[in-house]
């Protein structure tokens, strides 16, 4: 159909600018945290909404940092989808708190407010919330939210609730610059907050060097080599985003009418399609349609995190993982590979059509 070779699920987006902003770092003989890193937190707290950015060695380090900020420990709970990546349940129980998993929205497999209000006990310590996907979730309540909110932006940057970017509504916000996210540093993350004592506290757990005083903290800086990329990823991210978005409206297009939901269109949300998501009968079946005609599509979260503990049954985030089909999305891809890709979707879902099976509401 036209690619000579399996078109990945992810690929990063990187130009001959972003070449050349690393170059620049590395001739300038300083690698560690520097000045390239204190523009970057300024550059991106500034766009959320936020007084304070701290760049981290990885979003997974950045959200455990939240945590720990909050005074979060053994004896607390913290309230987190069941539709999550992992990294979200490891970073709780590292603190040596309790996960508490909530079923999420049947559309978006975002955290519902309802179940938030229904889960929240005494112990609880926070709430994270994460963008699924790159659609905001909704953040109506969290002004009046008991507990600290901490927003998981880790996929959704530049996306917007109510007019506002998203993480600019929570205690916290945490953001993922992973190899294949919005924009990349290699690796890499951030925490923002509008909080001077929150944004010092997290300055303190950082860096384990040169300290009056010790206390166990964790040696996780961004270097100016990674904030370098990061500061060029970030000054094209209205290219990279629109580039997404124009991808999604000619998916929605060529796709509508198959046999598969399209990913939701809600108006007071503007997601950014970090990943383009549809829900099938049967992804196991649909994922490997695509991958025989040279398309990797994925689910887009490995396991539900409640399966791991085997205890609860929760409804929307089981039927989510049974139909859920990530689609490659992403500003790299070539004409060619749009097409080829939607002609495999085409002919996947078609077949699947046959079927005459149903999609769950």
């Known amino acids: 159909m036209g690619c000579s070779s399996m078109i990945h699920h992810s690929r990063p987006s990187i130009d001959e600018d972003d070449i050349a902003a690393v170059d620049r770092v590395l001739r300038s003989g300083w690698l560690a945290p520097g000045e390239q890193v204190r523009r970057f937190e300024a550059e991106v707290s500034s766009f959320v909404g936020h007084r304070f950015g701290l760049a981290s060695s990885s979003g997974a380090a950045a959200l455990h940092l939240a945590l720990l900020s909050l005074g979060v420990g053994r004896g607390d709970e913290v309230l987190i989808p069941a539709y ?56 109506d309540w ?24 998203v993480g600019a509504r929570g205690a916290l916000a945490v ?13 890499g993350g951030m925490v923002c907050t509008s ?9 303190s757990l950082r860096g384990c060097d040169k300290r009056d005083t010790h206390e166990v903290r964790w040696n996780c800086r961004m270097s100016d080599l990674a904030a370098g990329l990061g500061r060029s990823q970030f ?5 990279l985003l629109r580039r997404r978005r124009a991808l999604a409206d000619e998916y929605d297009r060529r796709l509508a009418g198959l046999a ?6 809600r108006r007071d949300g503007r997601p950014i399609f970090y990943r383009y998501v549809i829900r099938v009968p049967r992804a196991d079946r649909v994922i490997a349609a695509f991958a025989a005609r040279g398309v990797e599509c994925k689910r887009p979260v490995y396991r539900p995190l409640h399966r791991y503990q085997g205890e ?50």
């Open 142 to 165: 969290v002004k009046d939210s008991p507990v600290p909110v901490i927003e998981d932006c880790a996929q959704a940057l530049g996306a917007r609730w109510r007019g506002r970017p």
């Open 195 to 203: 909080d001077p004592e929150l944004a010092e506290r997290l300055r």
């Open 235 to 239: 000054a094209r991210l209205p290219e």
């Open 312 to 361: 609860q049954f929760l409804p929307h985030a089981d039927r989510f993982h049974e139909q859920a089909v990530s689609l490659p999305l992403y500003p790299s891809l070539t004409r060619e590979e749009v097409d080829h890709l939607l002609q495999a979707a085409r002919e996947a879902l078609g077949a699947a059509r046959r079927t005459r099976a149903r999609v769950a509401a």
């Open 260 to 265: 598969a939901a399209l990913p939701p269109r």
């Open 84 to 139: 999550a990546c992992a990294a979200v349940m490891n970073a709780v129980e590292q603190t040596g708190a309790a996960p508490v998993l909530c079923d999420v929205d049947p559309e978006t497999a975002n955290l519902l407010p309802e179940e938030v209000a229904r889960r929240l006990g005494a112990r609880a310590r926070a709430v994270i919330v994460v963008h699924s996907f790159g659609h905001p979730a909704d953040l």
């Open 175 to 187: 953001f993922s610059f992973y190899a294949t996210k919005v924009i990349t540093t290699g690796m």
